[in-house]
């Protein structure tokens, strides 16, 4: 079983729309959990991070949380074209395991 | 953030070859620096921790041999990998540790072996 899973993908959604990317994860003691971006041949920034159940806000994004259900969740408000790039979920055990990723695509 | 910078961004080698990819930390010190290693559309897979001044700790199945790491200051770390083949073909990604969790990655290296 693969520690990190994400919805594959790719998500297409219109400008203006929220996207909503799931991720699960499999060790029940993971701590500590990331969504970075990546934009075609480039390196992965990070754009979140969250260490509590609930959900955490900045600015158009929000990640949630629930360890109970092992999950965790990005949510992009107002989508824009410029987030059309491929989004990690990354889980930090003692070193960070990275989803697959969902390709996200924003139509103008 | 910290910045973390990689070269070369490309480089293209003939099968057989061997290729060296650095990774410089420029405005802090990194005592640790992890490779990954990125096939198209799939995700990050970590090769090894470089640690400062002692022997890098190598993922199962990736090949100390083939895949040299030195880290022999602060700011560099260098992978190289040595006697290439086209399936080493890869996207290539150098990051340090900043809060716990959080990676500042490198611009990445794309090697194409032919």
């Known amino acids: 079983q693969k520690e990190v899973e994400q919805n594959s993908g790719p998500l297409s959604v219109p400008e203006g729309a929220i996207a909503s990317l799931n991720c699960t994860y499999s060790d029940r003691g993971s701590q500590s959990f990331f969504w970075y971006r990546q934009y075609s041949g480039k390196s992965p920034e990070l754009i979140m991070s969250?260490?509590?159940?609930g959900d955490k806000e900045d600015g158009r994004f929000t990640a949630q949380l629930n360890k109970a259900s092992q999950y965790v969740s990005l949510l992009i408000r107002d989508s824009q074209p410029s987030d059309s790039a491929t989004y990690l979920c990354a889980v930090n055990d003692y070193k960070l395991s990275f989803g697959a990723g969902t390709t996200v695509t924003v139509r103008a | 953030g910290a910045v973390v910078s990689q070269h070369p961004s490309w480089v293209i080698c003939k099968s057989g070859t061997s290729v060296k990819i650095e990774c410089r930390s420029l405005?802090?010190?990194?005592?640790?620096m992890f490779w990954y290693r990125q096939f198209p559309k799939q995700s990050l897979m970590l090769m090894a921790t470089?640690?400062?001044?002692?022997?890098?700790?190598?993922e199962q199945g990736v090949e100390k041999d083939k895949f040299l790491i030195n880290h022999a200051s602060l700011t560099l770390s260098t992978l190289t990998v040595t006697s290439a083949h086209p399936e080493d073909s890869s996207f290539y990604i150098c990051?340090?540790?900043?809060?716990?969790?959080?990676?500042?990655f490198g611009e990445g290296s794309r090697l194409t072996v032919l």
């Open positions: 969250i260490y509590s159940n």
């Open positions: 470089s640690n400062e001044g002692s022997k890098a700790t190598y």
């Open positions: 405005d802090f010190q990194a005592t640790t």
């Open positions: 990051s340090a540790p900043g809060q716990p969790g959080e990676l500042f």
